[in-house]
């Protein structure tokens, strides 16, 4: 940001827009050097000003859920308690969704309840498909992870990072791959009731 023309162009802001400029990277480098020192990371700068857990609880998510202010929600979606949401996340609840309790949905993961191949394909003639999508309670989504509309995810399951989930998948499994398939039962399942991890 200290190139000579980002310079340049301050210079010439008014002054009043060039000292508020300033104000906010004196916040930004006072926030973003506790948030290292506390806890050894570093956030896109909307991060360090919204609440996750408050912005969840305005979203109608249940106790002690959260999600990072980059993660994108769209239409009816709905969470349970002690989830949580992370970075780059996106979730289309456009045909609705629903994501249960003790959730972990990595970063950049994808959750979709509608699209528009064939809106795209007739040329605009046929409708965007919808159908609700569902994750159970206590299921792990590791990063990238993309799930389809209409596919429900039971209880308990773990699906691997950068997975495309396309179909059902039932309770208690670990699943991965693109498409996603089960290969096994979930392990290191925590028992019910038993709270999410506090600094993720």
């Not at 996750?52 to 998510?61: D, N, S, V, Y």
């Not at 289309?92 to 394909?121: E, K, N, P, T």
């Not at 979930?186 to 038993?194: I, L, Q, T, V, W």
Request: glycine content about 12%; proline content about 8%; charged content about 20%.
């Amino acid at each position: 940001m200290n190139t000579p023309r980002f310079q340049a162009c301050l210079q010439a802001a008014p002054p009043r827009q060039a000292a508020l400029f300033e104000d906010l990277r004196a916040l930004w480098r006072a926030l973003e050097s506790c948030l290292r020192r506390d806890f050894n990371r570093t956030l896109p700068f909307a991060d360090y000003l919204v609440d996750r857990w408050e912005k969840a609880q305005t979203l109608g998510f249940g106790e002690g859920s959260s999600i990072y202010d980059s993660a994108l929600v769209l239409g009816d979606v709905r969470v349970g308690a002690h989830s949580w949401i992370g970075p780059g996340a996106l979730l289309d609840g456009s045909g609705g969704l629903s994501i249960g309790s003790y959730c972990s949905i990595s970063a950049g993961a994808q959750i979709y309840s509608h699209d528009s191949v064939a809106w795209s394909l007739s040329g605009g003639e046929s409708p965007m498909a919808y159908a609700p999508t569902r994750i159970g309670d206590r299921c792990y989504l590791g990063p990238n992870v993309i799930v389809a509309k209409g596919v429900t995810i039971g209880d308990g399951c773990v699906i691997g990072a950068n997975s495309l989930v396309l179909r059902d998948i039932p309770p208690n499994s670990k699943a991965f791959g693109s498409p996603c398939r089960v290969v096994g039962p979930a392990d290191g399942e925590r028992p019910s009731g038993s709270p999410a991890p506090s600094d993720n």
